[in-house]
Structures are given as structure tokens and as C-alpha cells.
Nanobody, 127 residues
Framework: VQLQASGGGLVQPGGSLRLSCAVS?????????IGWFRQAPGKEREAVSG????????YYVDSVKGRFTISRDRAKQTAYLQMDNLKDEDTAVYYC????????????????????WGQGTQVTVSS
């Protein structure tokens, strides 16, 4: 399974970015979820948001609720993360991953090795 993340960049506080994560069409992922994770310098990788490919259930870490919106295109096996009202603390490398994630409690580091990961995309929020 191959994932391609894109859409990062430099934005001022309060600005917006839209990340995309395309999963290779060669492997059906309808039973999977697609998650977005981020890792800031000196910090552990944390789960930001996730979406069930089959029914569209969504999950968010508390710090991004109301600012980030995750969505997916089932036919394209692509997930999107719309990030609005960005803050300095959102600066990080953002990664997408897919696998049998299930509910939010499974988006924990102990399960990271079970996931398929894409390359990261840098998001920098700075004035």
C-alpha cells in the first residue's frame, strides 16, 4: 500500500491549508481508516484526525476540533484535511497513514507499526 501526502506549506497564523492523502488504487481500503498524524521537532508523533473510509465517521484530537475538517473520496481512495485558523502550535510534519484503525482509541503509538505510512509534508505556521 502506497500513500502520497501533499499540500503542506508556509502560512500565517489564522490562515488555511488543505492536505491530501492519496492511497494507491491497487489495494482496496474500504475496511480501513485514513488518519492524519503530526510530529513537531522534539515531540512524539500524535494523531490529529481520522476518518473511516466505509462510513465516513470522523475523529479529531481536542486541540484541532472546530478548526480542522477531515473528509474522503471513496472512489479516489483519497482523504483530505482542511486546516483553518492555523496556529503556531500546528507547525509540524504531517503524515497520513491507513490501516485497521477503528475507533479513536486505536490512534495510539502502540499501533503505529501496524499502519501503512506516507511520506510527511511540512506545515509551518509563522508570521
Amino acid at each position: 500500500v502506497q500513500l502520497q501526502a501533499s499540500g503542506g506549506g508556509l502560512v500565517q497564523p489564522g490562515g488555511s491549508l488543505r492536505l491530501s492523502c492519496a492511497v494507491s488504487q491497487s489495494t482496496p481500503i474500504d475496511h480501513y481508516a485514513i488518519g492524519w498524524f503530526r510530529q513537531a521537532p522534539g515531540k512524539e508523533r500524535e494523531a490529529v484526525s481520522g476518518i473511516m473510509v466505509s462510513d465516513g465517521r470522523t475523529y479529531y484530537v481536542d486541540s484541532v476540533k472546530g478548526r480542522f475538517t477531515i473528509s474522503r473520496d471513496r472512489a479516489k481512495q483519497t482523504a483530505y484535511l482542511q486546516m483553518d485558523n492555523l496556529k503556531d502550535e500546528d507547525t509540524a510534519v504531517y503524515y497520513c497513514a491507513t490501516g485497521f484503525l477503528g475507533t479513536w482509541k486505536n490512534y495510539s503509538p502502540k499501533n503505529y507499526n501496524e499502519l501503512y505510512w506516507g511520506q510527511g509534508t511540512q506545515v509551518t505556521v509563522s508570521s
